[in-house]
């Protein structure tokens, strides 16, 4: 089997699944990221070692496995990402808050070295890349699992910069003087209704870390409710707080700003138009 044969072999499974130009996509990452495609002759032939390690990766994408649990990395905003099921994939709309976050900071006025903090940091590719942009800012990120921490430290090493990482439920009001004040917050919480669970992709529902994603029915926007809480305390006067949002909940986020203590809140829509940040600007 040639690099050619394998690239047309993976592109004819994923089609009915994921349509033409996705299932491009994979192939690629597949072909690239597992084989070296880019660097070889497309009538290059495979080693049997290498097609059987094709034949597992078509085994598990056949069964809608997300391509960056398979190879165990993700791209995002240039850089590369470990990443496993206890952490979820890094997505392009992300991109787009770290870029606000970027231009928020640039309004911050401070003699001191600025601090941010990224709560429920996930693999860390939102305060690595910050860090990575804008090297003198301070960066803290925390969350409620130790495997997720661990693989964000990993990516912090990989990509060469230093986050401050905690082990942190963000919920335990009590614990809260435990961090210091902040001059940037923002994070992409867990927002979704375990009822709407039955919306969501196989491949998301199936593969992606539930204590990410889902939130109770009764309370879908305690972690907005909750950060802006903390904000109170842990925001310093004239700092920002940052959200990931989705399109259908972005304006009842927004609502929750208390207006005594925000001088200035505003929605943000991503590349496709639809209501993706809130950011807001404390007193």
């Given at each position: 089997?040639?690099?050619?044969d394998?690239?047309?072999?993976l ?10 130009g ?10 690239e ?5 880019a ?11 290498e ?7 078509i ?5 809608k496995?997300p ?17 496993s ?7 392009q ?9 970027k231009?928020?900071?640039a309004?911050?006025?401070?003699t001191?070295?600025?601090k ?9 590719c939102i ?7 804008l ?6 990120a925390?969350?409620i699992?130790?495997v997720?921490?661990a693989i ?5 090493d ?10 942190f439920?963000?919920?335990e ?37 539930k204590?990410?994603?889902?939130v ?5 926007l305690?972690f ?11 925001l310093?006067p ?20 208390p ?6 809140v ?9 209501d993706r ?6 007193m």
């Amino acid at each position: 089997m040639t690099i050619a044969d394998a690239s047309k072999e993976l592109i004819d499974l994923l089609l009915p699944l994921y349509g033409e130009g996705e299932a491009q996509s994979i192939a690629r990452i597949v072909m690239e990221d597992a084989f070296s495609m880019a660097s070889r002759e497309a009538n290059a032939k495979l080693s049997i070692d290498e097609v059987n390690h094709l034949k597992v990766i078509i085994l598990r994408l056949a069964n809608k496995e997300p391509v960056q649990y398979i190879l165990g990395m993700a791209d995002f905003y240039g850089s590369r990402f470990k990443v496993s099921r206890d952490v979820l994939i890094p997505r392009q709309e992300t991109e787009e808050l770290v870029l606000w976050a970027k231009d928020l900071v640039a309004q911050l006025k401070s003699t001191n070295v600025l601090k941010v903090l990224d709560i429920g940091t996930g693999s860390g590719c939102i305060p690595i890349t910050l860090k990575q942009m804008l090297p003198k800012l301070e960066v803290h990120a925390l969350d409620i699992s130790e495997v997720a921490l661990a693989i964000a430290k990993e990516n912090a090493d990989l990509n060469h910069v230093n986050i401050h990482f905690h082990h942190f439920d963000i919920l335990e009001e009590k614990s809260w003087p435990q961090l210091d004040q902040f001059d940037l917050i923002l994070s992409n919480p867990p927002y979704i209704p375990h009822r709407e669970s039955d919306l969501m992709p196989d491949h998301v529902t199936k593969y992606e870390p539930k204590l990410a994603l889902f939130v109770e029915n009764e309370d879908p926007l305690i972690f907005y409710r909750t950060m802006l809480a903390f904000a109170k305390w842990n925001l310093r006067p004239g700092g920002w707080i940052l959200f990931e949002t989705n399109e259908f909940n972005a304006e009842k986020v927004k609502a929750l700003f208390p207006p005594d203590q925000f001088s200035w809140v505003a929605l943000r829509q991503d590349l496709l138009g639809k209501d993706r940040m809130v950011a807001g600007k404390k007193m």
